[in-house]
């Protein structure tokens, strides 16, 4: 009798243990499963502003490394410019802003009333297109050496974001250093693609939302000042 009860009691204890196993490996698993989640949640909902920031640093300190700026170009007119943008301090923006464009807009700029015969797929397209060349038109206004080391430099990503909902351009602008233009374009699956450029133009101005929206007098534009998320 003895001997059968000292055999439950082992059983009764390897039982308890193995219950207890199964119990710690499911709290680590469900634990687990929440950090993805949370992971996951975070990269969705981190800020069009933060991201774009993300980008302009990329940028600078691509301009700021010799050795980048000579796998890119091998034009010494070319790397002095760059040089001297990578001089500037953009560490903190000064003002942020947010340039949307009306579609009739967009529409105007990609010549879609000459494509009436063309599927809306294709309209959609060069209407993102040609949100996406607008600053690339306003380099060229410097010359040919700010538009080409304005190239070169350029830089961008492709994240998910399920509050954009519009594509929109984010101008940031720095007290010693370039204003910087990311154009955020949204596509399917909630994903962004953005796109970041230096403004070469001297005659872009970037000191208040009218002074903005008075350089783009061609065209309907709304613009706001965003404040740092």
């Known amino acids: 009798m003895v001997y059968g009860g000292a055999k439950d009691t082992r059983r009764k204890s390897i039982r308890t243990m193995w ?8 709290a680590v698993i469900a634990l687990s499963l929440s950090a993805c989640s949370n992971s996951k949640d975070s990269a969705k909902t981190k800020s069009l502003y933060a991201q774009g920031l993300d980008i302009v640093q990329l940028m600078s300190e691509i301009a700021q490394t010799e050795e980048c700026v000579d796998i890119l170009t091998a034009s010494n007119g070319l790397k002095n410019i760059a040089q001297s943008i990578g001089a500037g ?4 923006p000064k003002v ?3 340039i949307s464009i009306a579609d009739e807009s967009l529409a105007a700029l990609a010549e879609l009333s000459n494509l009436n015969h063309v599927s809306n797929d294709v309209k959609a397209f060069l209407r993102k297109r040609a949100l996406g060349a607008l600053m690339t038109q306003i380099n060229s206004k410097s010359g040919v050496e700010s538009l080409a080391v304005s190239s070169v430099l350029a830089a961008g990503k492709t994240f998910v974001n399920e509050n954009a909902t519009e594509d929109v351009i984010y101008l940031y602008t720095y007290e010693n ?4 233009a990311v154009t955020f ?5 909630q994903t962004v693609s953005a796109s970041g450029a230096f403004i070469m133009y001297d005659g872009f101005p970037c000191g208040s ?3 903005i929206r008075s350089f783009f007098s061609h065209i309907t534009v709304d613009v706001s000042e965003v ?3």
């Open 185 to 189: 374009t949204t596509g399917e699956d």
């Open 209 to 211: 939302a009218d002074e």
């Open 96 to 98: 942020v802003y947010a």
């Open 89 to 92: 301090d953009y560490s903190a």
């Open 177 to 180: 250093a370039l204003p910087v």
């Open 19 to 26: 219950t207890r196993i199964a119990f710690i490996l499911a």
């Open 227 to 229: 404040p740092p998320s």
